[in-house]
T-cell receptor, first 112, second 114 residues
Framework: EAQVTQNPRYLITVTGKKLTVTCSQNMNHEYMSWYRQDPGLGLRQIYYSMNVEVTDKGDVPEGYKVSRKEKRNFPLILESPSPNQTSLYFC???????????FGPGTRLTVT | AQTVTQSQPEMSVQEAETVTLSCTYD???????LFWYKQPPSRQMILVIRQEAYKQQNATENRFSVNFQKAAKSFSLKISDSQLGDTAMYFC???????????FGTGTRLQVFP
């Protein structure tokens, strides 16, 4: 089944404790992206990657890191999480010519 | 800067009725895609319908159709014969051929009542 998977689905952590949210897709898509969703703000792009070893900042990259060492994986790293990073996070992937993005199930992160 | 505006934070409709969700966008680009995504309580983002800007014909997917007015930069979603399962948050989104960024509106929460 073609899908985007994210882990974990739920995470509660404390300020400053490094964490990684994994994202994997099995559709051989070149483009991958991370978004955060906050009430009243919709979804905002954090980082995106056009291909392996190519990443770029979205609208809200501060406090986040990403890496793209393999085509299928695009982890999101929070080196020192803060409470303002409490949010719902989505990973998405897209083929190069379709522009339609396929979303993962979301990760609910709470930073206390 | 490209922006997407959804001016209706919440809407409600009775089952079997028709409802229209509004979306406007701002861009200087001429080649782009527009989308409507549905987010039910499960939080999964589900693509409802998409429109390519160069196509004049409005996209249709079963009970869902759009009214795409390129000159007015308007992209509304019409849901016909509303069903309880249509209850969800709906997001309008835009992406141009020249950028790699999908820009979302703030969403419209739709409640379908029996």
């Amino acid at each position: 089944e073609a899908q985007v998977t994210q882990n974990p689905r739920y995470l509660i952590t404390v300020t400053g404790k490094k964490l990684t949210v994994t994202c994997s897709q099995n559709m051989n898509h070149e483009y991958m992206s991370w978004y955060r969703q906050d009430p009243g703000l919709g979804l905002r792009q954090i980082y995106y990657s056009m291909n392996v070893e190519v990443t770029d900042k979205g609208d809200v990259p501060e406090g986040y890191k990403v890496s793209r060492k393999e085509k299928r994986n695009f982890p999101l790293i929070l080196e020192s999480p803060s409470p303002n990073q409490t949010s719902l996070y989505f990973c998405a992937s897209s083929p190069p010519d379709g522009y339609e993005q396929y979303f993962g199930p979301g990760t609910r992160l709470t930073v206390t | 800067a490209q922006t997407v505006t959804q001016s209706q934070p919440e809407m409600s409709v009775q089952e079997a009725e028709t409802v229209t969700l509004s979306c406007t966008y701002d861009t200087s680009e001429s080649n782009y895609y527009l989308f409507w995504y549905k987010q039910p309580p499960s939080r999964q983002m589900i693509l409802v319908i998409r429109q390519e800007a160069y196509k004049q014909q409005n996209a249709t997917e079963n009970r869902f159709s759009v009214n795409f007015q390129k000159a007015a930069k308007s992209f509304s979603l019409k849901i016909s014969d509303s069903q309880l399962g249509d209850t969800a948050m709906y997001f309008c989104a835009f992406i141009s051929y020249n950028t790699d960024k999908l820009i979302f509106g703030t969403g419209t929460r739709l409640q379908v009542f029996p």
